[in-house]
């Protein structure tokens, strides 16, 4: 007879499968003086983000937020059609493919029907402000995204002006909670000096 995983093996294994894969990135970034896998990064930011926002969120939790980026790199933006409609397009393509890549690595590491749907639900993005799953993978993203992501991308499109800047913060704010608003206020989180005018600005005016 087969003895089944503990708890803690099907966990350990299941991050190992998800790192494993994300280390397959061919695109690399520097943090701390080192190159790293850029999926592999950003997951290990997630989890991170995660202990610091909610230390007691559960092990689906923790693998659908270190999975919500997986393999990202196999649907480039640029195989899809240039405009709103290809860029939904790709994005629901895309929230699909991370939750079934993450549902067969899962299952690999033995984990149950239930467990796998609840992280693929998350994964997925959907029933957002409904599903409790969902809306802890967006707000700890979005944090994430202030912390690490929102200068880089400001750097990278300098053609936008100041109104443009504050619609995108602010799409990003209305998609948190009010405990994330205050977890990114409260000095939680490492916001982009030479942006924090811009972000109270907009913030202010929702």
């Keep these: ?25 061919t695109n690399m970034e520097t943090s701390n003086g080192k190159e790293l896998p850029k999926e592999l990064l950003y997951s290990h930011r997630m989890s991170d983000m995660l202990t610091r926002y909610d230390f007691n ?8 937020l270190r999975a919500q980026h997986i393999q990202r790199w196999k649907y480039p933006r640029d195989e899809y059609p240039m405009d ?4 939904h397009l790709w994005r629901t ?24 749907n609840r992280v693929k639900l998350a994964v997925s993005k959907k029933s957002l402000q409904k599903n409790l799953d969902t809306q802890l993978l967006e707000d700890v993203s979005a944090l994430v995204f202030i912390e690490h992501y929102m200068l880089p991308f400001v750097e990278k499109h300098p053609e936008y002006d100041e109104e443009k800047w504050i619609l995108i913060i ?8 009010d405990k994330a608003h205050a977890f990114a206020l409260s000095g939680s989180i490492r916001l982009p000096e030479s942006l924090v005018p811009l972000i109270q600005k907009a913030v202010a005016e929702i």
């Design 84 to 87: 709103r409609k290809g860029y």
């Design 170 to 177: 602010q799409r990003t704010w209305n998609k948190m909670t």
């Design 93 to 116: 393509n895309l929230y699909t493919f991370h939750a079934n890549t993450v549902a067969a690595l899962l299952v690999k590491a033995g984990y149950d029907d239930e467990f796998i």
């Design 1 to 25: 007879m087969t003895k089944s995983k503990s708890e803690a093996e099907k966990f350990n294994l299941a991050v190992e499968l998800i790192d494993a894969a994300n280390s397959e990135d």
């Design 57 to 64: 969120a559960d092990d689906a939790m923790k693998l659908a």
